[in-house]
């Protein structure tokens, strides 16, 4: 073995017929077309293993120079999440009445949000992603990271897709700036908020905005159009 091919394992992969690829494809597109960002969240238990399991699905994501510069915390603790609400209410308050300007506000009245966030309490689970800006070695040195944001954005994405496919609703909320939460979880300084999820089963009168996807026609283009 030369060294270029040591630390290389054989890559575990079985090829599907072609028919049941596209049969797969269609399922999950079928799967994913039926997902919504929920903002109404029962306070139903839901099992936990679910949580640690979209979690670990996650954290398959590939990362720049595989740092895997995330970090998730889970709270389900009423009193962390109460302190977590009342937290983002106070900054959300400030954005709506204050800080977000006239065309982000026109922009969110579609979905109808406003700064009350009662998913916070009500959500058996909260699960707050952090992006590792860089890592600390073992002798306390800073190491850099790369594609951060990409790589925690990616590791999110599997994250809601995980928790889609298992039957539990979620939302990608940001209530900025995010800074209390690196307080209230007790987040080391390398450590970002990059996005909250309140995790559960939709309220049985959850309602969404009725929004329409863009057309594949809008989202994809076939090599450049001089060349149709
Ligand atoms: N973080 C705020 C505002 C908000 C911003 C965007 I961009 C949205 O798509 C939705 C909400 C909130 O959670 O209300």
Same mark, same amino acid.
């Given at each position: 073995m030369t060294e270029r091919e040591s630390g290389f394992i054989p890559l575990e992969f079985s090829r599907l017929g072609e028919e049941e690829m596209v049969s797969r494809a269609r399922e999950f597109c079928a799967l994913m077309q039926r997902r919504r960002s929920v903002r109404f969240i029962s306070s139903e238990p839901i099992p936990r293993e679910c949580v640690e399991l979209a979690v670990r699905t996650a954290a398959t994501a590939p990362s720049g120079a595989h740092r895997q510069p995330w970090r998730f915390v889970i709270v389900d603790d009423p009193d962390l999440k109460r302190e977590i609400r009342e937290a983002a209410e106070t900054e959300e308050r400030e954005n709506y009445e204050?800080?977000?300007p006239p065309d982000w506000l026109e922009a969110l009245s579609a979905l109808g949000t406003?700064?009350?966030?009662e998913f916070l309490e009500h959500a058996p689970y909260l699960v707050i992603v952090f992006k590792q800006s860089y890592g600390v070695d073992s002798d306390g040195e800073k190491v850099n990271n790369y594609y951060v944001n990409e790589s925690v954005g990616i590791a999110c994405g599997l994250f809601i897709a995980a928790l889609h496919n298992m039957g539990l609703a979620t939302l990608t909320h940001t =209530?900025?700036?995010?800074?209390f939460l690196s307080r209230l979880l007790g987040r080391p300084a390398n450590e970002k908020p990059y996005i909250l999820f309140p995790i559960g089963y =939709?309220?049985?009168d959850a309602t969404v905005p009725d929004l329409k996807r863009k057309s594949m026609e809008e989202v994809v283009q076939w090599n450049v159009p001089a060349h149709e």
């Open positions: 204050h800080r977000f406003d700064w009350n966030k =209530p900025s700036p995010m800074g =939709p309220a049985a």
